[in-house]
């Protein structure tokens, strides 16, 4: 039975705290009706960052020293899923992230390429957001997962270490799929799902009612952080009320609502749904930009479903090429970034799939390693935009670019070209060596 307690310590559990987080709130659509024009067709972005590091070692194909083709390279063991896919993928070694103090986790600065570290605040918006206000808009612009050890995700439903919308302004990542599915897929749900659904709107503007009823007696200081309060409960609202109307792409690729959800034996079973809800929000257009963390953009993280004890962060001081305990990781990640490619080349898209207008960076919120100096930052690059990035490539820089300039690339293929991301000229002299986008991966 459903109850007004429960719900209630439900929705402050999940509900709430995502629509406080800003969590689903639709990005201020000012920026994309701006470059409207430049963007045109259907494109879409997704971010895969694995915490921990990204060591060469095991992501650069055997023998390789310079740029060149894919074309019958060997990759290492860690990757080797993704070797029936090199003429879909460019892997990239050679940028820098110095600046960002990615010791542990650059947190905010992974995805912003500025100063970053634990506990401390975004400096400014970061790129998954940045391409959230500019490609096509959707219904939720900018989806954000993070999965985690299942403690963690039960405890924390919604976690903010990677995605920001500017300085002191974090976004939060969604690491309950049950919290998840209900809020996406609840009003097309079977019954049990639903009716929960259903329940939870209802206290949802019973609350909303009340709280913009309560900022009388308030210093006027305190009046702009309360009404954010009160304009959370309203965004969440209106985002259940669009989703709701939504109803045939949603029913057409909602999820199965399995054991896995309730009962999961391991933290990957909520990984793989997490990554399901991810999919069906792409596959259904609720969103263009996702972003996913393993190890939701911290140290820490376990992966017990693959056989594996050891937790985060202690596997950060353990090798990453030749060791088994990686090699599972990694190879879950490739299955996972596989997964992604196929789901979208079977959904038609223009004169071809929804793969071919997609993006899909891999790469960690940690550089090549725990306690780096980030001298190299490894990346994967899965599908080409429309046209816009080569592939099967192997692609070395000479670690004077940072990654600020791969986010100014990818801006500059979906038609908002920019000099620098997110690095004034000041910081550019000591640590970029050029500026605009890196041309050897473009088309």
């Not at 074309?71 to 600046?99: M, Q, T, V």
């Not at 570290?117 to 918006?125: I, V």
Request: glycine share 10%; hydrophobic share 35%; aromatic share 8%.
């Amino acid at each position: 039975m459903i109850t007004r307690r429960t719900m209630l310590k439900d929705v402050m559990a999940g509900g709430a705290g995502a629509a406080l987080s800003s969590s689903f709130v639709p990005a201020n659509l000012g920026a994309s009706e701006k470059n409207s024009d430049a963007i045109g067709k259907p494109r879409r972005v997704i971010f895969f960052l694995q915490n921990n590091g990204f060591h060469t070692a095991a992501c650069i194909p055997r023998g390789m020293k310079k740029s060149a083709s894919l074309a019958g390279a060997k990759l290492p063991e860690s990757i080797k899923p993704l070797e029936p896919y090199l003429d879909k993928i460019n892997i990239i070694n050679g940028l820098h992230g110095r600046h960002t103090n990615p010791t542990h986790s650059a947190y905010f600065g992974a995805l912003g390429g500025y100063p970053g570290g634990e506990l401390r605040a975004p400096s400014a918006e970061t790129i998954d957001y940045t391409l959230s206000k500019l490609l096509p808009q959707a219904i939720l612009p900018h989806l954000r997962i993070g999965m985690g050890d299942l403690s963690s995700m039960e405890s924390q439903p919604t976690v903010a270490a990677l995605s920001a919308s500017g300085a002191a302004m974090p976004l939060y990542m969604n690491c309950n799929p049950n919290h998840l599915y209900q809020t996406l897929f609840g009003s097309v749900a079977d019954v049990d799902v639903k009716k929960r659904y259903e329940a939870k709107s209802r206290i949802l503007k019973q609350v909303e009612a009340v709280a913009a009823k309560g900022k009388s007696g308030l210093r006027e200081s305190d009046l702009v952080l309360y009404g954010s309060y009160v304009n959370g409960f309203s965004d969440i609202n209106n985002l259940r009320s669009k989703l709701s109307d939504y109803s045939g792409p949603l029913k057409k690729y909602q999820p199965e609502f399995s054991d896995k959800y309730l009962s999961p034996k391991f933290e990957t079973d909520w990984h793989d749904a997490l990554l399901d809800i991810g999919i069906a929000a792409l596959q259904s257009g609720l969103t263009n930009t996702l972003t996913i963390a393993s190890g939701r953009g911290d140290v820490w993280g376990s992966w017990e479903g693959l056989g594996i004890e050891t937790t985060g962060h202690f596997l950060g001081h353990m090798s990453q090429e030749g060791n088994p305990i990686w090699h599972k990781i990694r190879n879950y990640n490739c299955e996972m970034l596989i997964k992604l490619m196929k789901s979208l080349e079977s959904v038609p898209e223009g004169e071809g799939t929804m793969m071919d207008n997609t993006l899909i960076v891999y790469t960690s919120n940690n550089a090549d390693k725990q306690h780096t100096s980030a001298t190299t930052w490894p990346f994967i690059l899965l599908g080409n935009l429309g046209g816009q990035f080569k592939t099967g490539r192997f692609t070395q820089f000479d670690r004077t670019r940072p990654i600020n300039a791969l986010y100014a690339t990818i801006l500059h293929a979906i038609g908002a070209p920019c000099d620098r991301y997110n690095m004034d000229e000041t910081s550019a002299r000591k640590l970029d060596s050029s500026s605009g986008p890196l041309e050897e991966l473009l088309a």
